[in-house]
């Protein structure tokens, strides 16, 4: 099992960059497949980005490619979000997830461990 933390949320202008944490607890951390999702007020929780549990494969939603990065550390069970270039739409509440299995993995359903989520707001 394994416990998620977000960090780093917070408020910025439009065309700002914010970092996004995730720190996991538990020695598995390394076989987990890790997400990011994201749910804006009234709206359904939906994918943003993921990274294989050994950091080679990364895929991005089409909203956030070119602007948003994933990358793991290992060592410090770590998950990060570098999100660039914002925009007003990105505002959300952040989540992040772990599960395994193989191929891309888009679907909350995918995911069998989730944190608390981090609020996002970028103004205009």
């Known amino acids: 099992q394994v416990q998620l933390v977000e960090s780093g949320g917070g408020l910025v202008q439009a065309g700002g960059s914010l970092r996004l944490s995730c720190a996991a607890s538990?020695?598995?951390?390394?076989?987990?497949?890790m997400g990011w999702f994201r749910q804006a007020p009234g709206k359904e929780r939906e994918f943003v980005t993921t990274?294989?549990?050994?950091?080679?494969?990364?895929y991005y939603a089409d909203s956030v490619k070119g602007r948003f990065t994933i990358s793991r550390d290992v060592a410090k069970n770590t998950v990060f979000l570098q999100m660039n270039s914002l925009k007003p739409e990105d505002t959300a509440v952040y989540y992040c997830a772990a599960g395994y299995g193989t191929g891309v993995r888009t679907r909350p359903i995918d995911y069998s461990y989730w944190g608390q989520g981090t609020q996002v707001t970028v103004s205009n």
């Open positions: 990274i294989s549990s050994s950091g080679l494969g990364r």
């Open positions: 538990g020695r598995t951390f390394s076989t987990y497949n």
